[in-house]
T-cell receptor, first 112, second 112 residues
Framework: NAGVTQTPKFQVLKTGQSMTLQCAQDMNHEYMSWYRQDPGMGLRLIHYSVGAGITDQGEVPNGYNVSRSTTEDFPLRLLSAAPSQTSVYFC???FGAGTEAFFGQGTRLTVV | EDQVTQSPEALRLQEGESSSLNCSYTVSGLRGLFWYRQDPGKGPEFLFTLYSAGEEKEKERLKATLTKKESFLHITAPKPEDSATYLCAVSGYGGSQGNLIFGKGTKLSVKP
């Protein structure tokens, strides 16, 4: 049972480049979400989805885009990377609101 | 606004020296309070969910308790392998839409 799988694990981007962080889960969870983790800031919610075709913004959505075409996949797109987006990104999934979330191993992104 | 504050930020213990980590929270109707463990370079690993005041959960040397305003993670006779960052999160019925709101964590170091 793979759980939540994120790719890539590491990425370096130049300012202005775009890229997609991939996230897939095999637990048939309805809820999926993206967090970023920065030193001293904790985990902050970027975007989330309550099911296929439904997405919404979290605490820090600017500069990021998401879509959810299937239950399994929830990619995060950086439209034009900025140094402020240097962070560790985590994808998570759960059965629904108020239930425990299971996290992927993270993507460490550096924007230069 | 839902909020989570963890203390202390860092805790150093000798092997076998029991202690407690604190998680204070404010939330518009608690759906659940969650404890996670995070090792360096890894995603958060789920430990416990608590739903109502007075509830307790145990796993090996860890015991989580919940009141209406805070939760404690008690560590009994810790071992060096318990060294990690421990994260607390809440999910509420208010503006957070059932998503997890995280504290900044407590970094625990256990010396042999």
């Amino acid at each position: 049972n793979a759980g939540v799988t994120q790719t890539p694990k590491f990425q370096v981007l130049k300012t202005g480049q775009s890229m997609t962080l991939q996230c897939a889960q095999d637990m048939n969870h309805e809820y999926m979400s993206w967090y970023r983790q920065d030193p001293g800031m904790g985990l902050r919610l970027i975007h989330y989805s309550v099911g296929a075709g439904i997405t919404d913004q979290g605490e820090v959505p600017n500069g990021y885009n998401v879509s959810r075409s299937t239950t399994e996949d929830f990619p995060l797109r950086l439209l034009s990377a900025a140094p402020s987006q240097t962070s560790v990104y985590f994808c998570a999934s759960s059965f629904g609101a108020g239930t425990e979330a299971f996290f992927g191993q993270g993507t460490r992104l550096t924007v230069v | 606004e839902d909020q989570v504050t963890q203390s202390p930020e860092a805790l150093r213990l000798q092997e076998g020296e029991s202690s407690s980590l604190n998680c204070s929270y404010t939330v518009s109707g608690l759906r659940g309070l969650f404890w996670y463990r995070q090792d360096p370079g890894k995603g958060p690993e789920f430990l416990f969910t608590l739903y109502s005041a007075g509830e307790e959960k145990e796993k090996e040397r860890l015991k989580a308790t919940l009141t209406k305003k805070e939760s404690f993670l008690h560590i009994t006779a810790p071992k060096p392998e318990d060294s990690a960052t421990y994260l607390c999160a809440v999910s509420g019925y208010g503006g957070s839409q059932g998503n997890l709101i995280f504290g900044k964590g407590t970094k625990l170091s256990v010396k042999p």
